[in-house]
C-alpha cells in the first residue's frame, strides 16, 4: 500500500468511528422553515422507528411557507449544532430543548396536509441553545401564538382551546382532577372506549379519578392541536395527547388521539368542552 493511499484510509476510519466530531456543512438547499421549538416529545426509539416530535414556529420577522410545523424525527434525522457558519457537531434527539432556535428541512416524501403541516425531518439544525422565555406564553408544551393569517374568529377559537388544554396539562401535573371539570360543559361528555359514555361533571370527576390513579397519580401531559373548525356556536378540534408518567417505578409514555366538540357559552362566550373522546390508531 502506498503512503497517500494509508493516509486516505486512515482518515476514513479515523471519521467512522468518532463518536462526536465537528464537520464543515456541505452545500444543502435552504431550510423549509427556520424558529423556535415550542413543543417537544420523545417517543420509543423502537416504535415505527419514529424517535421524537417537535413543534417549530416560524419567527415573525422570517419569510416563509409555513408559520408552523409538526416534524417528525426517525432515526435518519440529522441533528446539529451550528456554532458558527463553518462549523456543525453531530448530535443526538436529547439535545433538542424548547425554545431553542432550529432551521428544518424537510424529509422527501408525503406530508401530512393539517394545520399545521406534520412532516418528517430530514435534518434539524441548532442554531442557538439559549431559551428566550419571551417566545412562549403561559405553558410552553400547550399554548402556542395561533397563526397570523387566521381570521379574527378562529384566533380568538384557537386561543381559547389553548387555554383550556393548558388547564389539562396542569390538572395532569397536579393530579388534581377537579381542575378538568370547569373545562366542560355542565352536561359535558366524555367517551371511553366499549361505548361507555360519561355524562356531567360528577360522572366525569369520577372518570378523570380513575384515569390519573392509573397512571400513577399524576403526569406530565403534552398536547397537541392538529386541526380545528368553527362553526356558529360549536367547533371541533382533534389533535394527540401525549402522557409521561411513572407505574411501579417503570417510566410509561402512553399517547393518544384524540377528538373534542366545544360549545360557545352566550353569556359570557367562553369555549367549553361538550364532548370528548379518544380515537383508536389506525
Do not use: C, H
Not at 90 to 97: F, G, R, S
Not at 156 to 177: E, P, T, Y
Not at 227 to 241: H, K, Q, V
Not at 247 to 270: D, H, M, P, V
Amino acid at each position: 500500500m502506498t503512503e497517500s493511499k494509508f493516509i486516505n484510509l486512515s482518515f476514513v476510519l479515523l471519521i467512522l468511528f468518532s463518536g462526536t466530531f465537528a464537520v464543515r456543512p456541505q452545500t444543502s438547499p435552504a431550510p423549509d422553515i427556520r424558529g423556535r421549538i415550542t413543543k417537544l416529545n420523545r417517543s420509543d426509539a423502537q416504535t415505527n422507528n419514529l424517535l421524537g416530535s417537535i413543534l417549530v414556529e416560524r419567527n415573525a420577522e422570517v419569510n416563509g411557507e409555513y408559520d408552523k410545523a409538526d416534524v417528525k424525527i426517525t432515526a435518519q434525522t440529522r441533528i446539529f449544532n451550528q456554532t458558527d457558519t463553518d462549523k456543525r457537531t453531530p448530535l443526538k434527539i436529547d439535545a433538542l430543548k424548547l425554545a431553542q432556535r432550529v432551521a428544518v428541512r424537510f424529509a422527501p416524501g408525503p406530508a401530512l396536509l393539517s394545520y399545521p403541516i406534520q412532516v418528517g425531518a430530514a435534518e434539524i439544525v441548532i442554531l442557538s441553545g439559549a431559551p428566550d422565555s419571551s417566545q412562549t406564553s403561559g405553558n410552553p408544551q400547550t399554548v402556542t401564538q395561533p397563526p397570523k393569517n387566521l381570521n379574527p374568529e378562529l384566533t380568538k377559537l384557537r386561543r381559547a382551546i389553548d387555554a383550556g388544554n393548558a388547564v389539562w396539562v396542569d390538572a395532569w401535573g397536579r393530579g388534581d382532577a377537579a381542575m378538568i371539570l370547569d373545562t366542560f360543559t355542565a352536561d359535558g361528555k366524555a367517551l371511553v372506549a366499549a361505548g361507555k359514555v360519561y355524562k356531567g361533571r360528577k360522572q366525569i370527576l369520577e372518570l378523570m379519578r380513575d384515569l390519573m390513579k392509573k397512571r400513577g397519580g399524576r403526569a406530565k401531559l403534552t398536547v397537541t392541536t392538529t386541526d380545528f373548525w368553527l362553526d356558529g356556536d360549536t367547533a371541533y378540534e382533534t389533535g394527540t395527547a401525549v402522557y409521561e408518567f411513572t407505574l411501579q417505578n417503570k417510566a410509561q409514555i402512553l399517547e393518544r388521539r384524540y377528538f373534542t366538540i366545544w360549545r360557545r357559552q352566550s353569556k359570557i362566550g367562553a369555549w367549553k368542552i361538550y364532548a370528548n373522546t379518544g380515537i383508536a390508531k389506525e
